[in-house]
């Protein structure tokens, strides 16, 4: 396939995806288990105790890890580990492991779906809801429940400006339900917990305003970080990156 002139970063509740090259980078950790996925070569992934070469692997959570991706297009997304799917990989793939090669030819049908959309305009749905459908089926948690209409409601909350400091129990008084209630149907409706969906809602919230050209303090403090910095650490605990290096190196961002 052709290699995409532009690199591609879309952002969502609980992931991000990357798509394009970039340098080798130095040993880093982060929150999010991450998979990588090279669209040509094998590339190769270098832990504290092991190398390996590979086209496709998941790494744990909080594992020390250098990517050494060479000019090869490649497919990189972070997930949440205390998401849904995160939660899945973990006990499908990466029990007692800090990080597992994927069959390549399971990979393969993913890449097949989106290479299309690769060339030219971004088909930025086709490549999110078929990426997002992959890992579904790769951590067994592909079942569908019709949303419950407090959960809907609270979600209708949490997306208006400036609500996202509210605490569990006024959001739990709103819909009727106990906080510990609460949490327990709006992670199995979601698939994340409720907290740590508002901590990611507050990263895109800065990250829109950071990429509609705000000054990062500004973008930080809508975000309801107390400052740059404090946003800027939680971004590189959760990515292993900092926000700015990430959008500098990407020329096409979807938040």
Known sequence: MDKP???LLLFS?????????????????????????SLQDEIEIVLPDSTMKVRAILIDSDEPHKCKTGDNTFLLINIDPECTIGKGLKSTWLAGK????LP????????AEIEPSLSGDWNRDTIFNSTLQFLRGLSHTDRN???????????????????????????????????????????AQVGIPI???????????????????????????????SDAPHFNRTFKRMFGAAPTSLLKNSQIIQA
């Open 5 to 7: 002139k532009q690199p």
């Open 13 to 37: 509740t609980g992931y991000f995806i990357y798509i394009g090259r970039a340098v080798d980078t130095t040993v880093h950790a982060h929150h999010a288990i991450q998979m990588v996925a």
């Open 98 to 101: 800090k990080a597992a090669a």
């Open 104 to 111: 390549e030819t399971t990979v393969k049908r993913l890449l």
């Open 145 to 187: 429940e019709a949303l419950d209409d407090r959960i809907a409601k609270i979600l209708k909350v949490l997306h208006q400006p400036g609500h996202l400091t509210f605490k569990v129990k006024d959001l739990a008084e709103m819909v009727y339900l106990s906080p510990s209630r609460l949490v327990h149907l709006f992670t």
């Open 195 to 225: 907290r740590k969906y508002v901590l990611w809602a507050r990263l895109l919230t800065s990250l829109q305003h950071i990429i509609q050209a705000s000054d990062i303090t500004a973008a930080a403090l809508e975000g309801g970080f």
